[in-house]
T-cell receptor, first 116, second 115 residues
Framework: ETGVTQTPRHLVMGMTNKKSLKCEQH?????MYWYKQSAKKPLELMFV???????ENNSVPSRFSPECPNSSHLFLHLHTLQPEDSALYLC???????????????FGDGTRLSIL | QQQVKQSPQSLIVQKGGISIINCAYE??????FPWYQQFPGKGPALLIA?????SEKKEGRFTISFNKSAKQFSLHIMDSQPGDSATYFC??????????????FGKGTKLSVKP
């Protein structure tokens, strides 16, 4: 496989469930990102990892818990979510962080999450 | 100051016409301005990007025009085709600030090209 792969593509869960989203990148990149995409809103950056170390957490509620076991894999663990958390969750990777002048990010196709 | 304002929200263009999407920013420290294209059910894909040392960049039918003094940049799609129908996002980043060079995205423009 090539690029950035996200699983599952769709997820429906109740507010008391615990689930995890998975992202895998096959590009040899060092930085990985989680974004939330909601209708009519800009993409919201949630977490940034560089070389498996979390470098940014954009005031994301603790019910979202990221994990980056190695530079190719990124997880987003979900528990006790709220209805407003229903959205498309996108994973992205870049060669390095955008420090020093911009880095193209490569996105997966996302996980469509619905909270009942 | 970290916002990127994108307009219009939606755009309908006839096949063969020119599609123009505009973005404006406030932070003069932004130094990288990409455009992403997103089809339904897919993630955003990088289309074209520009840095502030040039005023225009062209790749095929896609052109970015950049006006540093006005703090605006725009995407022009020449000879628009039905296959260009997608949502387009502008973005900006500051590689020398304290934000890790993270991308700040506009809200997106949904383009429909009518045959």
């Amino acid at each position: 496989e090539t690029g950035v792969t996200q699983t599952p593509r769709h997820l429906v869960m109740g507010m008391t469930n615990k689930k995890s989203l998975k992202c895998e990148q096959h590009l040899g990149h060092n930085a990985m990102y989680w974004y939330k995409q909601s209708a009519k809103k800009p993409l919201e950056l949630m977490f940034v990892y560089s070389l498996e170390e979390r470098v940014e957490n954009n005031s994301v509620p603790s019910r979202f818990s990221p994990e980056c076991p190695n530079s190719s894999h990124l997880f987003l663990h979900l528990h006790t979510l709220q209805p407003e958390d229903s959205a498309l969750y996108l994973c992205a990777s870049s060669q390095d962080l955008g420090l020093g002048g911009g880095q193209p990010q490569h996105f997966g196709d996302g996980t469509r999450l619905s909270i009942l | 100051q970290q916002q990127v304002k994108q307009s219009p929200q939606s755009l309908i263009v006839q096949k063969g016409g020119i599609s123009i999407i505009n973005c404006a920013y406030e932070n003069t420290a932004f130094d990288y301005f990409p455009w992403y294209q997103q089809f339904p059910g897919k993630g955003p894909a990088l289309l074209i990007a520009i840095r502030p040392d040039v005023s225009e960049k062209k790749e095929g039918r896609f052109t970015i025009s950049f006006n540093k003094s006005a703090k605006q940049f725009s995407l022009h799609i020449m000879d628009s085709q039905p296959g260009d129908s997608a949502t387009y996002f502008c973005a900006a980043s500051n590689g020398y600030g304290g934000s890790q060079g993270n991308l700040i995205f506009g809200k997106g423009t949904k383009l429909s090209v009518k045959p």
